[in-house]
């Protein structure tokens, strides 16, 4: 039983829900004040490097969930396994979280190889995944900002993977998509705020990421959005530390030899 049996069914939660986690939880760090002790970069630096003002940044974000709401729903369409009493029958815990943990590996896999081929291809850097990196001061509505090509083949398409690799239903489905999306949007904060769980439990977490958009860190940290396997790999891991600014907050650094 889950709160929302009765009101609506899975599959729309399973298109809906990651939607309004996305805007709550990104909200939720436009709305917070300057937390100058924390910031991974000055506000000074976020209003002169970026390059994409934040109204264009919302519109590229809701184009984006556009198509990933319909692809959730033709594809929670095609795989939906009604029986004969009109209900589907639900995996056990341990099965689904089994099911959520290759989910995870499925699309960090997904990930590491096409956003590390949209870097070494130039054609494709230039022409599509650059639009991400005008953002070189991450912060949290934008961590969806993309092409709208780049999107769907990254975001879309892996997602959709991992749900059908993975062998999860509609309700399944809802639970991995809201972590997967509140895991993105912190990754992309900006902040190292004390006693975050995504820094505890993740070594691929904000600083990781604030590496990766960093102008000589961009050929290095290509995981995400969960784990670092793939960095470490085949070489594209690079470590970093944390320096406290005189003037409050931190920066991370890249440690290469």
């Not at 298109?15 to 909200?27: D, L, Q």
């Not at 760090?29 to 209003?47: A, C, G, I, S, V």
Request: aromatic share 14%; hydrophobic share 45%.
């Amino acid at each position: 039983m889950v709160f929302w049996e009765g009101y609506v069914s899975d599959e729309v939660m399973g298109t809906f829900a990651p939607i309004v986690v996305y805007w709550i939880y990104a909200g939720f760090y436009q709305l917070l004040p300057p937390m100058d002790n924390y910031r991974l970069h000055t506000r000074k630096e976020e209003d002169e490097k970026n390059l994409v003002p934040l109204g264009a940044v919302v519109k590229g974000v809701l184009l984006q969930q556009l198509v990933q709401a319909t692809v959730a729903q033709l594809l929670f369409l095609i795989t939906s396994k009604v029986t004969a009493s009109g209900n589907v029958v639900q995996p056990s815990i341990p099965v689904q979280i089994v099911q959520i943990i290759v989910a995870m590996l499925v699309m960090d896999t997904w990930q590491y190889f096409v956003h590390r081929y949209m870097h070494q291809n130039k054609f494709l850097y230039r022409h599509i995944h650059s639009q991400h990196h005008r953002l070189v001061v991450p912060y949290a509505i934008g961590a969806l900002y993309n092409h709208p090509l780049e999107g769907l083949l990254l975001d879309t398409f892996g997602g959709a993977l991992s749900f059908l690799v993975a062998g999860m239903t509609a309700r399944t489905a809802v639970i991995f998509f809201c972590f997967a999306v509140v895991k993105t949007v912190d990754d992309h904060c900006g902040l190292w705020l004390p006693g975050n769980i995504f820094h505890l439990f993740f070594q691929n977490n904000t600083a990781y990421h604030d590496i990766h958009h960093q102008l000589q860190g961009t050929k290095f940290n290509y995981s995400q959005p969960f784990f670092s396997i793939w960095d470490k790999l085949l070489g594209t891991y690079v470590p970093y530390r944390l320096v406290k600014r005189p003037e409050g907050g931190f920066e991370a650094r890249l440690m290469k030899d």
